[in-house]
């Protein structure tokens, strides 16, 4: 099927790597995307270090496949997760907000790979000096906290700047999608909002209706005064925001109204007041399928898409 060198940095088969989203990507879903060839990422959020070696110790017992583990750099319980990824040799960590630069020589010497998520050039760059492994480069299409940047325009400017291997991530949901990334010079996809419709993703129900149903221009961006924007499905609470905004309000406001929210959404199915963190390509998703389907819908389109372009597969 698809091949990159990306497959044989991470051990995996396939280069499709599931997005670590907080509250979302438990151990669960994460163990279904690497048993089926990806590499599942367990989103820790802002959850602490014991939450952290429980959800370690599940996907241990349903996989001996590589995974991975998205740390956020503002995390609270930061310098505890990062003790207890490098004593658990978790061999993959991917990191969200923030730079890991400080980490990256003791999460080495444990044999563990480093992939920052970034939004620009100049973060890849410094953190190709640092020593990281890859870059996940993410547009703006994508759910959750977004950069300025969309995919299309990030990730070949990416590629040019950085010798190490760029994984594209936003917008991405189907092997069109693959073969443009790979088009652009990427070595392989991050996917979050897909596998949000995953048989094995344990969010509410009510939010996955709510993905299902969606269209092309359901989300908006809320919170961009605040230097922290995330894209989310469109509901009560984005449009609270928008007043905050429109009476440019101060940060503490908007952090008020935000504290909860993203579980409220995925674990209590708030789907008025909860912030439900959603990319743009969710009015492409359809249906709910076990991750090892969504997979494979995702290399025989692609795998159709290259032939349609006369493109040889290796
Ligand atoms: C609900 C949700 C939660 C997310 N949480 C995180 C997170 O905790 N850390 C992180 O680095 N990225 C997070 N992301 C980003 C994903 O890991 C991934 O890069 C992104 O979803 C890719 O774009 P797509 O949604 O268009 O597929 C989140 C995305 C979503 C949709």
Not at 9 to 17: F, V
Not at 35 to 44: K, N, T, V
Request: proline share 4%; with cysteine; net charge neutral.
């Amino acid at each position: 099927m698809i091949k990159t060198s990306l497959c044989d940095l991470l051990g995996i088969d396939y280069p499709i790597l599931q997005g670590g989203m907080a509250w979302v990507s438990t151990a669960k879903l994460a163990a279904a995307v690497s048993e089926a060839g990806g590499l599942g990422i367990i989103g820790s959020g802002h959850n602490d270090a014991k939450w952290v070696k429980e959800q370690i110790s599940q996907i241990r017992k349903v996989t001996v496949k590589p995974f991975g583990v998205n740390v956020m750099m503002m995390s609270p319980h930061l310098e505890q997760v990062m003790q207890v990824i490098m004593e658990e040799k978790v061999p993959v960590i991917t990191t969200g907000a923030g730079n890991p630069a400080k980490y990256i020589p003791q999460l080495k010497e444990v044999g563990t790979k480093v992939i920052p998520v970034i939004a620009s050039v100049a973060l890849a760059q410094r953190l190709e000096k640092a020593g990281v492994d890859a870059v996940v480069a993410e547009g703006m299409e994508s759910g959750g906290h977004i950069g300025e940047l969309t995919t299309m325009a990030l990730v070949p400017q990416v590629v040019d700047a950085v010798k190490i291997p760029v994984i594209a991530a936003g917008g991405i949901a189907d092997g069109r999608g693959l073969v443009a990334a790979l088009a652009l010079g990427a070595m392989g996809v991050q996917i979050g909002t897909r596998f949000m419709c995953a048989t094995e993703c344990e969010i509410h129900d009510n939010i996955k209706k709510m993905i299902i149903k969606a269209k092309d221009r359901d989300t908006a961006v809320s919170g961009r005064t605040t230097g922290h924007p995330v894209r989310a499905l469109k509901n009560k609470l984005t449009k609270e925001y928008d007043e905050l905004e429109k009476r440019c309000a101060p940060v503490e406001e908007f952090e008020k109204l935000g504290v909860g929210r993203l579980k409220a959404a995925m674990i209590d199915g708030d789907s008025e007041f909860g912030t439900v963190a959603c990319g743009q390509i969710a009015g492409m998703i359809k249906e709910i399928k076990p991750a090892r389907d969504i997979i494979k819908d995702i290399l025989t389109k692609a795998v159709e898409t290259m032939q349609a372009l006369g493109v040889k597969r290796c």
